[in-house]
């Protein structure tokens, strides 16, 4: 059985970093994409970025340029690097596994929340 298990959320204020991971468990095949989504509070919850099996990456245009999404294929882990925090990254994050941006996700980890305060 598949589990994904994000940690590394927190407060923060902006203009700072923060670095979330994502740890898979169970049978995911190296050739799955991964990405993460975010829900801000009250508001649907939205694509963040994706990085293929060999590891081409994409963004959406709000996190651009402070983002980095990357991948260890050997660890399982799926990161996140966020810098240069604005008070609009206030959201729940979700590491989600073997899907695409524009379609739908088989796997879905219980989220974990970030925080940026002016």
């Known amino acids: 059985q598949v589990q994904l298990v994000e940690s590394g959320g927190g407060s923060v204020q902006a203009g700072g970093s923060l670095k979330l991971s994502c740890a898979a468990s169970g049978d995911i095949p190296s050739t799955c994409n991964m990405a993460w989504y975010r829900r801000a509070p009250g508001q649907e919850r939205e694509w963040v970025a994706t990085?293929?099996?060999?590891?081409?990456?994409y963004y959406t245009d709000a996190v651009k340029g402070r983002f980095t999404i990357s991948r260890d294929n050997g660890k399982n882990t799926l990161g996140l690097q966020m810098n240069s925090l604005k008070t609009e990254d206030t959201a729940v994050y979700y590491c989600?596994?073997?899907?695409?941006?524009?379609?739908?996700?088989?796997?879905w980890g219980q989220g974990t929340q970030v925080t940026v305060s002016s």
């Open positions: 990085v293929t099996s060999v590891r081409a990456t």
């Open positions: 989600a596994a073997c899907g695409w941006h524009t379609t739908t996700w088989n796997y």
